[in-house]
């Protein structure tokens, strides 16, 4: 690739962000020129601590100010990273911080389980050893998603669950809570937007290819969902479209079938890789373990022995007659 044609292309994924999300910092260009590869980095490492202490009487009046907070950071990292230096940038983020993620973690803990290999792991371990086509797939999505005004909507899934593995924020309805920048899909969206999850549902704020993404994302779990506009009360003091159904249609039809195409094979490879797909895996082990032995084969022993007025014993062994 030619000098010119790398400036351009640098030049563009710039723009696109610019145009995609909110610019809090009209001076992070001039900046960024300072930030070392190092600095730039340690944005993206997660957070060791999480404050889950707020009680009741201090939450409500403190969760739209730690949202607020998060999607400044969110934004602000993602703006770095897209405005530093081509030579600045880390080169495949996502392979140096996969270890971070929630999903890679649970991904080791399931393959530590399956004693019985009943998971197949060679595909799922080829593609987390070949995650860095993940930073390619945002890097050309990047690319052709057209400027948008950033919108927000609400996505609710089954369960009040968080499938997506957002960053949590204030209490929670029954999941445990996400540290920021500790999920591949955190990493993801944070490309196209900010997000969070509260209570029962996810907020999310940005492009609309970050909607679609999403709902690919449920889809090939089938997760039931159901998205609606973010109110223009949910987030205050940060810019953003509330929009109904038919202004989101708009929005979709902007979007050429090349760009479609590469956000559902970039929702298809995290939901391969997340958690809610690891859990299944995990259930079939239960099943498997719960059962292990010819249960037929012990009723049949059980019945014999009760007959007899013996007392039952477990050594499929034990004669019938």
């Known amino acids: 690739m030619t000098q010119s044609t790398s400036e351009s292309?640098?030049?563009?994924?710039?723009?696109?962000?610019?145009?995609?999300t909110l610019v809090h910092d009209r001076h992070s260009a001039t900046q960024n020129s300072s930030v070392d590869?190092?600095?730039?980095?340690a944005l993206f490492i997660t957070d060791t601590t999480i404050d889950t202490q707020l009680n009741d009487s201090e939450l409500a009046s403190s969760v739209v100010d730690q949202r607020l907070a998060l999607y400044h950071t969110q934004h602000q990292r993602t703006q770095q990273l897209y405005t530093v230096a081509a030579s600045t940038r880390p080169t495949y983020l996502v392979q140096t911080l996969k270890t971070q993620f929630a999903e890679y973690q649970h991904y080791l803990l399931a393959q530590n389980l399956d004693k019985r290999g009943l998971i197949d792991t060679q595909p799922l371990e080829r593609l987390w050893q070949q995650l860095h086509v993940v930073d390619d797939i945002v890097a050309d999505i990047v690319r052709h998603m057209p400027?948008?005004?950033p919108a927000g909507w609400q996505l609710t899934s089954q369960d009040?669950?968080?499938?997506?593995?957002?960053?949590?924020i204030g209490k929670l309805k029954s999941s445990k809570p996400i540290a920021d920048k500790a999920s591949l899909n955190n990493y993801v969206l944070s490309h196209f937007g900010v997000s969070s999850f509260t209570y029962d549902r996810g907020y999310y704020i940005?492009?609309?290819?970050?909607?679609?993404?999403?709902?690919?994302?449920c889809a090939h779990l089938s997760v039931s969902y159901n998205v609606t506009a973010l109110s223009e009360?949910?987030?205050?003091?940060?810019?953003?479209?509330?929009?109904?159904?038919p202004h989101m249609v708009r929005l979709l039809q902007g979007l050429d079938g090349y760009c479609k195409k590469r956000i559902y094979q970039l929702a298809v490879i995290c939901a391969r890789l997340s958690v809610y797909a690891t859990d299944k895996r995990i259930e079939k082990m239960l099943i498997a373990e719960v059962n292990d032995f010819d249960k037929k084969l012990q009723q049949q022993h059980l019945d014999v022995l009760l007959l007899q007025g013996m007392m039952p014993e477990s050594n499929d062994s034990t004669p019938l007659f």
Do not use: I, M, W
């Open 9 to 20: 292309n640098n030049d563009s994924q710039q723009s696109a962000l610019v145009s995609h």
């Open 37 to 41: 590869k190092t600095a730039l980095l």
């Open 147 to 149: 400027a948008q005004q």
């Open 160 to 168: 009040g669950q968080n499938p997506l593995r957002l960053p949590t």
């Open 206 to 217: 940005g492009h609309v290819v970050g909607y679609l993404f999403s709902c690919y994302f």
């Open 233 to 245: 009360q949910a987030v205050s003091a940060y810019e953003y479209a509330s929009l109904e159904t």
